[in-house]
């Protein structure tokens, strides 16, 4: 008799992006590679080398957004920053300098062993959230 209650097939439930991510973990070695590249990015460093200057702003920019990633890719955690809206609001960020954010995450997706079609996601959403960062 089959006494164990777990059923003897998994079923194939997809992994969410989160998990495709590499979990919280991966998502904050994901976050620390990502700022450390718009650091060395001639495009955009003059946006980030100010936080290099301040650690704690800096840890508190990679907690805003590993959490952002977190929550928008199906994850536990809750994001309390401010809108995209809100925070990009005064930079007037040219549509050059997003894309070479975007490039610098696509890169490090790719370093950290990202899956093409995890990859593919993360472009639609970032792209997906150019008018909201874009030249405000
Ligand atoms: C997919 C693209 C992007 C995402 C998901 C994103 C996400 C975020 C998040 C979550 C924050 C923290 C919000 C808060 O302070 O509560 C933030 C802040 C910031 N972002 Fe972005 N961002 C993106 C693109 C960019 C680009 C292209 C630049 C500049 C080249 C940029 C520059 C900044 C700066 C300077 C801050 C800090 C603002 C402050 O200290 O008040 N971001 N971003």
């Given at each position: 008799m089959n006494t164990n209650p777990q059923p003897t097939t998994t079923a194939a439930?997809?992994?969410?992006?989160?998990?495709?991510?590499?979990?919280?973990?991966?998502?904050?070695?994901?976050?620390?590679?990502?700022?450390q590249a718009h650091m060395e990015n001639e495009v955009i460093k003059?946006?980030?080398?100010?936080?290099?200057?301040?650690?704690?702003?800096l840890a508190?920019?990679?907690?805003?957004l590993a959490t952002f990633l977190e929550a928008g890719s199906g994850g536990p955690a809750e994001y309390t920053g401010k809108s995209m809206v809100e925070a990009h609001t005064g930079l007037n960020i040219s549509p050059a300098e997003y894309m070479a954010a975007i490039d610098d995450i696509m890169a490090v997706l790719t370093k950290h062993g990202v899956d093409e079609s995890a990859k593919k996601d993360v472009l639609f959403i970032?792209?997906?959230?150019?008018?909201?960062?874009v030249l405000l």
């Open positions: 439930t997809p992994p969410s992006l989160y998990e495709r991510l590499g979990s919280t973990s991966g998502i904050r070695a994901l976050v620390d590679d990502i700022l003059a946006r980030f080398l100010p936080y290099a200057a301040t650690p704690e702003r508190e920019l990679k907690g805003l970032s792209y997906s959230l150019m008018r909201e960062i």
